[in-house]
């Protein structure tokens, strides 16, 4: 069992950064890939950013790739995504999420956060 819980959202003006955190408890951390999805009003939850579980391998959403940056520190099983050049389609609420085989599939992730909401103002 894993219990996931994001911080650092909030109201940021457009060109902005921010970075969201995701403290992990629980067993294993270390041995999940982590993701960050997010979901706008009316959208379905897409994904954005991976980590694989060594943090060696990232993956990104064509739409997120060059301005965001997913990092991971076990040690302290803490998830990141560093978020710049934020612009009005980023507004969403940022879900993280533990699990393992395709990346940028809701379906592999097991554990879920309950959302931190990011609003990017014009």
């Known amino acids: 069992q894993v219990h996931l819980d994001e911080s650092g959202g909030g109201l940021v003006q457009a060109g902005g950064s921010l970075r969201l955190s995701c403290a992990a408890s629980?067993?294993?951390?270390?041995?999940?890939?982590m993701a960050w999805f997010r979901q706008a009003p009316g959208k379905e939850r897409e994904f954005v950013a991976a980590?694989?579980?060594?943090?060696?391998?990232?993956y990104y959403a064509d739409s997120v790739k060059g301005r965001f940056a997913i990092s991971r520190d076990n040690a302290k099983t803490i998830l990141y995504l560093d978020m710049n050049s934020l612009n009005t389609e980023d507004t969403a609420v940022y879900y993280c999420?533990?699990?393992?085989?395709?990346?940028?599939?809701?379906?592999?992730?097991?554990?879920w956060g309950q959302g931190t909401q990011v609003t990017v103002s014009s």
């Open positions: 999420a533990a699990g393992g085989g395709r990346y940028d599939s809701r379906s592999s992730y097991e554990y």
């Open positions: 629980g067993r294993s951390f270390s041995s999940y890939t």
């Open positions: 980590s694989s579980w060594n943090g060696r391998y990232s």
